[in-house]
T-cell receptor
């Protein structure tokens, strides 16, 4: 069974540009979560999508947005990039909304903003 | 608000010995889930073990076991017979029981296994 996949592995952008990160969940999983892990910091919750809808978002500005497609894959968009957006962005998928289902993480996309 | 605390920024352990990584949590919800993840230098978060608040027994998964002390609100991870490949960051996390079901992570513990 294929795990969660993310692309690209690395992404280098300059300030003010836009970045698009992609995530494919495990087959059969409908929930997708996005987390940001800045250098030296823990993981911070960004966004949650389930059944094609944005269900919840963390304490991030509106320039962080995304969507979930009918096949449950997801896209994270970061507009007007700032230096502090440099981080590892991790996507996780879960079978459904049950609180007892573990989240399986992808390998992450490392975004560098110059 | 729910909170996870990991007080050990770094730990050393000799190969083949056991090590305990500490995790305490704070929640007012009677129903919750606790998770441990391993993050190697590659960055991927690897699920290790899960403990539900109503589980009667401590969770075990191979060399990993969870020392769950509900009254003390602690969920320590025990790794037995440490291996060099166990060197990594370890994160304790709690599943939010509000409408988001997001994970709240601790700050992590970096474990280094010495040969």
């Amino acid at each position: 069974e294929a795990g969660v996949t993310q692309s690209p592995t690395h992404l280098i952008k300059t300030r003010g540009q836009q970045a698009t990160l992609r995530c494919s969940p495990i087959s059969g999983h409908t929930s997708v979560y996005w987390y940001q892990q800045a250098l030296g910091l823990g993981l911070q919750f960004l966004l949650w999508y389930d059944e094609g809808e944005e269900r919840n978002r963390g304490n991030f500005p509106p320039r962080f947005s995304g969507r979930q497609f009918p096949n449950y894959s997801s896209e994270l968009n970061v507009n007007a990039l700032e230096l502090e957006d440099s981080a590892l962005y991790l996507c996780a998928s879960s079978l459904d909304r049950s609180s007892y289902n573990e989240q399986f993480f992808g390998p992450g996309t490392r975004l560098t903003v110059l | 608000a729910q909170k996870i605390t990991q007080t050990q920024p770094g730990m050393f352990v000799q190969e083949k010995e056991a090590v305990t990584l500490d995790c305490t949590y704070d929640t007012s919800d009677p129903s919750y889930g606790l998770f441990w993840y391993k993050q190697p230098s590659s960055g991927e978060m690897i699920f290790l073990i899960y403990q539900g608040s109503y589980d009667q027994q401590n969770a075990t998964e191979g060399r990993y076991s969870l020392n769950f002390q509900k009254a003390r609100k602690s969920a320590n991870l025990v790794i037995s017979a440490s291996q060099l490949g166990d060197s990594a960051m370890y994160f304790c996390a709690m599943r939010e029981t509000d409408s988001s079901y997001k994970l709240i992570f601790g700050s992590g513990t970096r474990l280094l296994v010495r040969p």
